[in-house]
T-cell receptor, first 116, second 113 residues
Framework: GALVYQYPRRTICKSGTSMRMECQAV??????VAWYRQSPQKTFELIAL?????????EQNFTQEKFPISHPNLSFSSMTVLNAYLEDRGLYLC????????????FGAGTRLSVL | GEQVEQLPSILRVQERSSASINCTYE??????FPWYKQEPGENPKLIID?????ERKQIQGLIVLLDKKAKRFSLHITDTQPADSAMYFC????????????FGKGTSLTVIP
């Protein structure tokens, strides 16, 4: 079956430091990967949509300078939160999709970021 | 882009009754509408979806209705069980090819035994 692994599951970083999270697709080709942040209020915010071998499209209020994303192949993507501050806390989810499987978006378990 | 509104934000129902969650969207080009269930500490999992060429879809006790004219879609859970208690999210996907998914803010469903 199609699975998406995310790691680390939880991380704590000091204010002003950076942390990297990774997303691995197993059992399908992740032709596109969407990164979301889920706030404590449970709202999903789309950060960016990445398609392999194509430009990464960032949503309003999110920038490459703050959330650089790498999507080098059909099974892996990573995102870094640079200069993390309190407002960056939350659960970061990657959702991966294979266009051959049509629209189904498979989510990883998320990386929970705490900032001290 | 797309804006998805989801109501109610909190829903409590008695076991074996039905639960209904409603979502509206703005972009008439949206053509795919998945529903996700998220249990505490878990990732969102796709439970049912509907495409714009359909009006109704049922998988066991889950029914999804789509009214394209009204730009509204809904999830109905029949014969609810305590195990159905979770957060539910609707989403809309717009465009062709590589699509962004826009999520509603979620509904916290509690099924009371």
């Amino acid at each position: 079956g199609a699975l998406v692994y995310q790691y680390p599951r939880r991380t704590i970083c000091k204010s002003g430091t950076s942390m990297r999270m990774e997303c691995q697709a197993v059992g399908f080709q992740a032709t596109s990967v969407a990164w979301y942040r889920q706030s404590p209020q449970k709202t999903f915010e789309l950060i960016a949509l990445s398609t392999v071998n194509s430009a990464i499209k960032y949503e309003q209020n999110f920038t490459q300078e703050k959330f650089p994303i790498s999507h080098p192949n059909l099974s892996f993507s990573s995102m870094t939160v640079l200069n993390a501050y309190l407002e960056d806390r939350g659960l970061y989810l990657c959702g991966a999709r294979d266009e051959a499987l049509q629209n189904t978006l498979y989510f990883g378990a998320g990386t929970r970021l705490s900032v001290l | 882009g797309e804006q998805v509104e989801q109501l109610p934000s909190i829903l409590r129902v008695q076991e074996r009754s039905s639960a209904s969650i409603n979502c509206t969207y703005e972009n008439s080009a949206s053509n795919y509408f998945p529903w996700y269930k998220q249990e505490p500490g878990e990732n969102p999992k796709l439970i049912i979806d509907i495409r714009s060429n359909m009006e109704r879809k049922q998988i066991q006790g889950l029914i999804v209705l789509l009214d394209k004219k009204a730009k509204r879609f809904s999830l109905h859970i029949t014969d609810t069980q305590p195990a159905d208690s979770a957060m539910y999210f609707c989403a809309a996907s717009v465009g062709r090819g590589y699509q962004n998914f826009y999520f509603g803010k979620g509904t916290s469903l509690t099924v009371i035994p």
